[in-house]
């Protein structure tokens, strides 16, 4: 019996004989590589994979729900805390991946440092019992600096965006911006981790936060339009209008 699954603009997955089957692209190869590497390196968060099978990239089915509603617990400090945790973990065994003939459907154009998630997020986190277990799709991973994945998680996670009444979209934050403040400087703090050279700064994370999201807007549009996708045309809107906010907002605040 086949299930196909909500989460996925991109590529929906398919839940079949409690294994993930997703359309294999020209990265599916390449993303097979990258999950055996960070499952040998003792990630047992993420999913193993199994190969590409008639035309499908199968992978193991892992427990837990994803969150797109944002209840309120997802804001709690602990919940920050370990997310910032696993991302640095995911970053440190993704630093030394090496494939030759490397496809990636998503090129970032920052300095190779790790493999990036990019869209490490709610909707990509599996949660049970309020707590992160698990991390899903990974169509759109490549190359590039760790503070290009921090930023958009922190984005994500803190979060970055306007608050009630700055913006025409149903994502604002529930903070006031010396609460994002507060919480940005732990996120940093926990994914740093004592070591100077992985402790970036807030300027560092927002000037690349709204470089991140001007480029994640293009995509959006571009790929919303290609593929007659009105959700991701959304998308595009929003991620354009939260850069300009940082940009103009933000950046004299703090």
């Known amino acids: 019996m086949e299930q196909?699954?909500?989460?996925?603009?991109?590529?929906?997955?398919?839940?079949?004989?409690?294994?993930?089957?997703?359309?294999?692209h020209k990265a599916s190869w390449t993303i097979d590589l990258l999950l055996k590497h960070v499952r040998k390196k003792g990630m047992n968060w993420i999913p193993e994979s199994y190969g590409i099978d008639n035309g499908f990239h199968v992978i193991e089915y892992l427990k837990g729900k994803t969150i797109h509603n944002n209840p309120r617990?997802?804001?709690?400090?602990?919940?920050?805390?370990?997310?910032?945790?696993?991302?640095?973990?995911w970053h440190d065994a993704t630093q030394d991946f090496e494939c030759k003939k490397s496809d990636w459907l998503l090129?970032?154009?920052?300095?190779?440092?790790?493999?990036?998630?990019?869209?490490?997020?709610?909707?990509n986190i599996l949660f049970i019992n309020k707590k992160p277990t698990g991390l899903i799709d990974f169509d759109t991973?490549?190359?590039?600096?760790?503070?290009?994945?921090i930023s958009y998680a922190a984005y994500r996670f803190i979060p970055i965006f306007p608050m009630k009444g700055e913006t025409e979209f149903n994502e604002y934050s529930l903070f006031t911006r010396k609460e994002v403040l507060q919480r940005l400087k732990l996120f940093l703090k926990v994914y740093g981790h004592s070591e100077k050279d992985k402790y970036f700064s807030v300027d560092e994370t927002f000037a690349v936060l709204q470089r991140r999201l001007e480029v994640l807007a293009q995509w959006s549009e571009e790929f919303g339009k290609?593929?007659?996708?009105?959700?991701?045309l959304e998308h595009a809107k929003m991620y354009f209008e939260h850069s300009q906010w940082i940009s103009l907002v933000l950046g004299s605040v703090f």
């Open 73 to 89: 617990w997802i804001w709690e400090i602990e919940v920050l805390i370990q997310i910032a945790t696993m991302l640095r973990q």
């Open 4 to 24: 196909e699954l909500l989460e996925g603009n991109v590529n929906p997955p398919i839940l079949k004989n409690n294994k993930i089957y997703k359309k294999a």
């Open 141 to 149: 991973c490549s190359p590039g600096s760790r503070l290009w994945d």
């Open 226 to 232: 290609e593929n007659r996708n009105p959700e991701l």
């Open 107 to 123: 090129a970032n154009f920052e300095k190779k440092e790790v493999i990036c998630h990019n869209d490490f997020a709610p909707y």
